[in-house]
């Protein structure tokens, strides 16, 4: 169906930037759905930045005018900048993508994770 490869992460001190890339192969016409999600060690996973099907892009809370959700030069390729950055944003972040056809049903995929480490 589709597959994620997500790269970037890293150690990075408070205040300072980092940058995620995640690139979508396979059925990707099949695609409504992509963005970012990250899992902090004993805490659920939580939605950090999407493009949905309507084409918005969502933030959670804590990370709105900190982070930017953006294309790449096709819509296969989703990029996370995350800005001003602070020590509760470490946890591990994973890609996602969802979608539906009538000819395979519905998906939900997940990257493999890229840990991001965030120094006070």
């Known amino acids: 169906q589709v597959q994620l490869v997500e790269s970037g992460g890293g150690l990075v001190q408070a205040g300072g930037s980092l940058s995620l890339s995640c690139v979508a192969s396979g059925m990707t016409w099949m695609i409504n759905y992509m963005g970012w999600w990250r899992q902090a060690p004993g805490q659920r996973r939580e939605m950090v930045a999407v493009q949905t099907s309507t084409g918005r892009f969502d933030y959670a809370d804590s990370v709105k005018g900190r982070f930017t959700i953006s294309n790449g030069n096709d819509k296969n390729t989703k990029y996370l900048q995350m800005n001003s950055m602070k020590p509760e944003d470490t946890a591990v972040y994973y890609c996602?993508?969802?979608?539906?056809?009538?000819?395979?049903?519905?998906?939900?995929?997940w990257g493999q994770g890229t840990l991001v480490t965030v120094s006070s």
């Open positions: 996602n993508a969802r979608g539906y056809s009538d000819s395979f049903g519905s998906f939900d995929v």
